[in-house]
């Protein structure tokens, strides 16, 4: 349903939303920008240096309130900004093993400018189809990581970032236990 670098967007953009969860700092330092860098294949100029981690960091609660946001035209006016604030200028890329994709800024921009692009130019196609209703966040109680739900029957609940589904089923489990 969608094209791989949309998903590949839309699982990065939650990935680096999902840093910041729980309470806990999951890009303490460079080292760890480097390996999510790489988790997640970013291509492109990497400075590695508290510059550039604050700059990512930063763009987590822009990306996290997407996820929050009901309203269709405010979530097109921040992807706007987004986009404009990267000067993005999209190009068709073929690299790494990758199959054509788009790229929105020049490989030597800004990293943080080039997430913020990716991840906005994802959340683009989720307005242009109608599937907002693919960002969700975790139903455990005790997490708020968000989720993009690329489920045929859109039954996605729980996130990846805790085994939270794990932990629900045996909570679940030991509450029927016990009353039974």
Not at 25 to 43: I, Q, T, W, Y
Not at 101 to 108: N, R
Request: proline share 3%; charged share 30%; with cysteine.
């Amino acid at each position: 349903m969608f094209a791989h670098d949309t998903e590949w967007g839309l699982m990065a953009a939650a990935a680096l939303v999902n840093t910041a969860v729980r309470d806990e700092e999951h890009l303490p330092d460079v080292a760890a920008l480097s390996r999510f860098l790489d988790s997640h294949d970013f291509s492109g100029r990497r400075d590695l240096d508290h510059a550039e981690l604050e700059q990512v960091r930063a763009l987590r609660p822009r990306l996290h309130a997407l996820w929050g946001e009901d309203d269709v035209d405010r979530v097109a006016e921040v992807v706007n900004e987004l986009l404009a604030q990267a000067q993005a200028r999209p190009f068709l890329s073929r690299h790494d093993g990758w199959p054509w994709h788009l790229h929105l800024t020049p490989t030597d921009a800004p990293l943080a400018s080039r997430m913020a692009a990716e991840a906005a130019m994802a959340f683009a196609d989720l307005i242009r189809i109608d599937e907002l209703d693919r960002l969700g966040f975790c139903a455990a109680d005790d997490c708020d990581a968000v989720l993009v739900d690329f489920t045929r029957n859109r039954s996605r609940r729980f996130c990846d970032t805790g085994n939270c589904a794990n932990r629900q089923h045996v909570k679940a489990y030991r509450a029927r236990r016990a009353a039974g």
